[in-house]
C-alpha cells in the first residue's frame, strides 16, 4: 500500500533554514508527480511545490526564490528545502501524490515547521 513519511520539521528563527523529506512506499515512485502542501493554524490548506516525474517544478509565489523542491527517484524521496524562512511559514506540511491539475490521492502523516 502506499505511504508517504515526512520528516525534518522542527522550530528555526526567522532566517534560518529546514529541509523536509518525503519518505515514498508501496508504488513506482519515479512516475507520480509530488507535491508539497501546508496548512497553518485557522487557515486552509495551501500548496507549496510541485515537481514533475521528469523533474519540472513550480512553486507558489509565496515561497519562490525561498524553497526549492526536489526528488531522488533512486531513495523514492522528495525534499523541500526551506531557506530565509518566515514566521508566516509556520505550518505543518505536507508531502502528497499528485499535482495542482490532477489533484492529490495520498497523503502523509505531515510535520510541524515553527519559525518564531
Known amino acids: 500500500h502506499v505511504q508517504l513519511v515526512e520528516s525534518g520539521g522542527g522550530s528555526v528563527q526567522a532566517g534560518g533554514s529546514l529541509r523536509l523529506s518525503c519518505a515514498a512506499s508501496?508504488?513506482?515512485?519515479?512516475?507520480?508527480?509530488m507535491g508539497w502542501l501546508r496548512q497553518a493554524p485557522g487557515k486552509e490548506r495551501e500548496g507549496v511545490a510541485a515537481?514533475?516525474?521528469?523533474?519540472?517544478?513550480s512553486y507558489a509565489d509565496s515561497v519562490k526564490g525561498r524553497f526549492t523542491i526536489s526528488r531522488d527517484n533512486v531513495k523514492n524521496t522528495a525534499y523541500l528545502q526551506m531557506n530565509s524562512l518566515k514566521s508566516e511559514d509556520t505550518a505543518v506540511y505536507y508531502c502528497?501524490?499528485?499535482?495542482?491539475?490532477?489533484?492529490?490521492?495520498?497523503w502523509g502523516q505531515g510535520t510541524q515547521v515553527t519559525v518564531s
Open positions: 508501496g508504488y513506482t515512485y519515479s512516475s507520480y508527480c
Open positions: 502528497a501524490r499528485g499535482d495542482w491539475n490532477v489533484g492529490f490521492d495520498y
Open positions: 515537481i514533475d516525474s521528469d523533474g519540472s517544478t
